[in-house]
């Protein structure tokens, strides 16, 4: 137990340690700042079909960071992230196109909408964990092509809807926009972690009893993550549906459920950066071979098993995932100084790196 | 148009189904019961019984009875190459094996439809009749007789599993294992051989599943994701971990999928059954007969 949580509370993103802050949130922000420079030039040189694909990445880490929020850092197993972005893409593109809705006064609503599934699948997870939270949410992907069938006069069935359009002609005011999206959500999350709810979801996922022995409502604390953690996703699903002009139900399969899986867990999962890393391979990777390939989801299949396996045997001996170790360096190099090297040896021990 | 016709042919397809849903819930159960972990790849055993059967029966010309001995051996192989390759590197190891397990297995089971899909092609086939396809008629309703013969097989299988369950030595040395791994460690009993033998016992039921269902659904790389819905209800409804549980649960989830489509689309069973589990799960959080005590936290 010691050292689970001599692991837990030397993680950078702590909220509650004050130390080492002012030089991590400046790197922080330079990296950042970096990245946002890096992203809002890539119009500039392409305008291609490279640039849509870049869009859908940008998208769809949104997903996975909202994925890695729930199952990363509160352990909380909900697989349905597909099922929130249908619900709230739909919910634009049937406010869009069939009522003619400004696509903006749509964005409140879908958000809403994509919130409250998740929240309602969520609900049984406040008194069973772990994997029945996991079958019924993993359940839920699967049967948006039976919904969809059900409705469709609404939800147009196989074709989906065509024609959710939110600026006509301009594909870079709408690249800037899925950036815009992809920049807050980050900062979203990251203001999260950095908080002391932050601190309150690992304590959900690795102690759990010692929550509840705080005086911290366990049952507070799950919905606050499902709300929460389903925001970036809900906000992801209503910019696919004007991303992509169209929605349609094979756009929120099994391959997506695994692509934003699979994200969470091949880099970091319960890192800030390890999701987004990951969904630029694997995204990137689904691009090239062709989405609706067979050996897309091969792949995706594979690389997720071994993922897994690889993260949890390292984490299950107790040694850091190389994202983590790296977080680590930084912050001992931020921290020099402030402690002296007796203490930052004594810790470099207990870590085991 | 309801007649009493077409609720008692809904009602035979439910009992079929549902012996189905009851025989692949088993084996999910089965290994549930006896590791704690939820074995996703048992999905797409099922297809491969599906596309084994295609193979032996129509390409190869196998007689019925030892295409079924070939089904439930190459599923029990398959059953000890996913516990060799997938459970044995977690357990023990993993901080969370659970969600691990669940996780890999999903990853494997994906990967192995896509393989099957490339090569077998991801359209149905149908497959050879394994008994003569003229129905029965009782009381005016015509019924296949490969209805009988599933619910016949599950009812067996699961009175001989009870049974051996109840007074074989493997039976008793699998119930110790089960309430109590270290213990059964502790009085001698090789915990690692009982966990093989149940993934190869749950791999071959569900193979065997993928070879009774091919006169309804025919057979193809994606049968398995298909009907593990309607298993994922049925062992969510009856109970994770309980045999009973399965058999019930599969029973009540055949028959919302024999008898809804005749009021509603059938594209509503799937959704529906959705919202029951979500429902069993929030006021009988165990499902309607497991007993396994869940903590919140």
Known sequence: MSEETSQHSSEPFLGASKWSTNAYHRSTVVGVVAVVVILAAIPVFTRSNLLFEI??????????????????????????????????????????????????????????????????????????????????????????????????????????????????????????????????????????????????????????????????????????????????????????????????????????????????????????????????ILEGYSQVIGAFNAYNVLGLGIVMAVAVMVVSRVRGSGALSLGQRLMLRRREDATQGKRSPEQSLTDREQHGS | LVTSQSIGIGIATGVALGSLYALVGLSFNLIVATTGFMNFTLESILALGGIGSYLLLNEAGVPVIASIALILVLGAVCGLIVELVAHRPLAGVAKDPHTAMFLVTIGIATAVDALSSKFFGSTLREVNPYVAPKPIFIEGVPIPPSYIVITLVVAVTSLILELGIRYTSIGKQLTATQLDKEGAQLVGIRVTIIVATTFAIASAFAAIAGFLITPITGASAYNGQDLIIAVFAAITIGGLGSFRGALLGGLLVGLTSGLVPLYLPVDSVDPILLLAMIIVLIWRPTGLLGSKQLRTI
């Not at chain 1, 869009?96 to 599934?117: D, S």
Request: charged share 5%.
């Open chain 1, 55 to 280: 869009q859908l990445i940008l998208i769809y880490a949104c997903s996975s960071m909202g994925a890695n929020l729930t199952v990363g850092y509160a352990g909380e197993l909900f697989l349905g992230q597909a099922t929130v972005m249908a619900v709230s893409a739909y919910t634009a593109a049937i406010l869009n196109v069939t009522y003619g809705w400004n696509p903006w006064l749509t964005l409140p609503l879908a958000l809403v909408a994509g919130i409250a599934i998740q929240v309602i699948l969520s609900l049984p997870g406040l008194r069973v964990g772990g994997l029945y939270l996991g079958l019924l949410s993993f359940f839920s992907v699967l049967c948006i092509v039976s919904v969809t069938d059900i409705f469709p006069n609404l939800t147009g069935a196989e074709a989906g809807i065509s024609g959710s359009i939110l600026f006509s002609g301009s594909q870079v005011s709408l690249y800037y926009l899925v950036m815009g999206v992809f920049v807050l959500s980050f900062i979203f999350i990251r203001n999260i972690v950095m908080s002391g709810w932050g601190l309150r979801l690992r304590t959900l996922r690795d102690a759990p009893h010692s929550l509840a022995t705080l005086g911290l409502s366990v049952r507070r604390t799950k919905i606050f993550v499902y709300i929460v953690s389903a925001a970036p996703v809900a906000l992801a699903g209503w910019v696919l549906a004007f991303a992509n002009e169209a929605v349609s139900p094979n756009l929120f399969n099994l391959s997506l459920t695994l692509t934003i899986f699979a994200s969470v867990m091949i880099i970091a999962p319960g890192t800030l950066y390890g999701p987004i890393i990951g969904t630029f």
